[in-house]
């Protein structure tokens, strides 16, 4: 059974930055992070590949970050310049299978999850 925990939510104003971990009890090939408000889809913002292929979308290019490392077995997202929209719960999730670039932002692509870490950004 593969283990998720997220960390480093929390409170900020915007234009602040936030660092997100995302620990793992093994290394996993591919591994993402997905962020879902109230009354809102969940939606992928971040995805890495074994190869370390980056996948994000253009709603936060530029401005989140995903690395990995593996000797600590965490995942990291880095996000700089936060708006009030970037608000909701952000979510860390892996799959031990290939993923190509068409579904590393796919929620039904993953079958490990963690239990999510709230991110919340005042204007």
């Known amino acids: 059974q593969v283990q998720l925990v997220e960390s480093g939510g929390g409170s900020v104003q915007a234009g602040g930055s936030l660092r997100l971990s995302c620990a793992a009890s093994t290394v996993i090939y591919s591994m993402a992070w997905f962020r879902q408000a109230p009354g809102k889809e969940r939606e992928g913002v971040a995805g890495?590949?074994?190869?370390?292929?980056?996948t994000c979308p253009e709603i936060v290019k530029g401005r989140f970050t995903i690395s990995r490392d593996n000797a600590k077995k965490t995942l990291y997202l880095d996000m700089n310049s936060l708006k009030p929209e970037d608000t909701a719960m952000y979510y860390c999730?892996?799959?031990?299978?290939?993923?190509?670039?068409?579904?590393?932002?796919?929620?039904?692509?993953?079958?490990?999850w963690g239990q999510g870490t709230q991110v919340t950004v005042s204007s």
């Open positions: 890495i590949a074994g190869s370390d292929r980056k």
């Open positions: 999730a892996a799959t031990g299978r290939f993923l190509g670039a068409d579904l590393s932002l796919q929620s039904a692509a993953y079958n490990y």
